[in-house]
């Protein structure tokens, strides 16, 4: 056995030293995986699989292209809205209809200028592929804003995810506003449950307070970059904090996470900030990290090729370059594991096949598929 381990070690060093440097060895030899590079490509933030086998990727400067990992060819789908790159902003999430199959429909997210700065913004549209490995969205349509604007390009966050009642979810967040995460006369910095074309859902829990408090799920949210389901179908969220007070939450009807009147981590200029066990009344992360791992996609596994990671939470972290598994027992949440990447990790996806795939953010940031050893 020792010997076997020795050797592939040896054996992969080897395939890994003809393409990577001796840091990015040392990070394979430590990782429980088997990781393939498909595609690399320009501040990626968000994919999608289409079921053609086909892969998209968003890529926070406007483009969205279409990937197909078998020849590892890289197109260009066209029609994107513009958008206000700059800061954290750009083009950031993108998913499917769940009739995507009849329909075509996908859905993104992106950070749109206006009065005021920028804010978050969802769109849905056609897609068409074409002969020539690409694409193009027609008759794009938006279906939710953030309710303001602001400057400084920071915290849009706005992931989206559908659920088996058709409904559309997204993760709004605060956009370094802060207080408007308490404010129910806005959606900055909370869950949103809504149609697929953008009406508040039926049901909401603040639907007899207005039109805007009617998309409110839940509240006192910061940047919440990664949202799953697990097996029951319950909702988990993973948020950044701010100088430490990073969370993962279980997303419950009507309740306030609290921020920014309490959180586990400081203001960045140092000033405390009181802690969720003075205010009882705001639901406390079921996990959170000081310092801070940087969470910016989350899934709940769901899969058998990692059959001990079933039901475990998997982050990708960004200041951390770390997945940080956490497993989930009942309502309660546990770091298990942090495995090291050597890159900042933006996005993450689980395939029908059960293989875990991810995507390093930055400049060249690769689409990798994990697979077990
Ligand atoms: C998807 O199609 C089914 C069958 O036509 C329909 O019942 C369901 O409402 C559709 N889902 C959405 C989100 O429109
Ligand atoms: C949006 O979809 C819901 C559910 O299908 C429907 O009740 C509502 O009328 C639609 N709204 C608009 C503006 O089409
Ligand atoms: C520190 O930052 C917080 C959040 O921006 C702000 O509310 C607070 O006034 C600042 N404190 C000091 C001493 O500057």
Redesign the pocket.
């Known amino acids: 056995m020792m010997h076997l381990e020795l050797f592939s070690t040896y054996a992969l060093a080897l395939v890994t030293g003809a393409l990577a440097g001796p840091s990015e060895q040392l990070v394979a030899r430590q990782q429980p995986f088997k990781s393939t590079a498909i595609t690399d490509h320009s501040e990626p933030w968000a994919f999608a699989f289409l079921p053609e086998n086909r892969i998209l990727v968003n890529e926070r400067r406007g483009n969205m292209r279409l990937v197909d990992p078998t020849t590892k060819a890289k197109g260009t789908i066209t029609g994107v809205p513009t958008v206000a790159y700059g800061g954290q902003g750009g083009l950031h999430d993108v998913s499917l209809h769940p009739n995507y199959t009849e329909n075509s429909i996908v859905y993104v997210s992106y950070a749109e200028s206006g009065s005021g700065g920028a804010g978050c913004t969802a769109a849905r549209a056609k897609l068409t592929l074409n002969a020539n490995g690409g694409g193009a969205l027609s008759g794009l349509e938006v279906i939710w804003r953030h309710s303001q604007k602001a400057s400084g390009g920071l915290q849009f966050a706005c992931r989206m995810l559908f659920g088996s009642d058709g409904a559309l979810w997204i993760s709004s967040g605060e956009i370094n506003q802060?207080t408007p995460a308490q404010s129910m006369t806005g959606n900055l910095g909370k869950m949103i449950k809504l149609y697929d074309n953008g009406t508040a859902f039926a049901g909401n829990p603040f639907a007899s307070q207005g039109a805007i408090q009617s998309q409110i799920w839940s509240l006192g949210h910061r940047n919440p970059l990664g949202i799953d389901w697990d097996a029951q179908g319950r909702l988990w969220e993973v948020e950044m904090g701010p100088m430490g007070g990073d969370e993962l939450n279980l997303i419950e009807k009507g309740a306030n996470y609290g921020w920014p009147l309490v959180c586990e981590g400081k203001?960045?200029?140092g000033?405390n900030i009181p802690k969720h066990s003075t205010r009882p009344d705001f639901k406390a992360p079921k996990a959170n990290w000081v310092p801070v791992i940087s969470p910016a996609g989350l899934i709940i596994y769901k899969g058998d090729l990692f059959s001990s990671w079933k039901g475990n939470a998997i982050i990708t972290g960004l200041s951390s370059q770390q997945l940080v598994r956490v497993t989930i027992t009942g309502d309660t949440a546990k770091e298990a594991q942090r495995i090291p990447m050597g890159k900042r990790m933006r996005g993450i996806r689980e395939d029908k096949e059960g293989a875990i795939w991810v995507i390093e953010d930055g400049a060249n940031g690769r689409l990798l598929k994990l697979t077990p050893n």
């Open positions: 802060m203001h960045y200029n000033t």
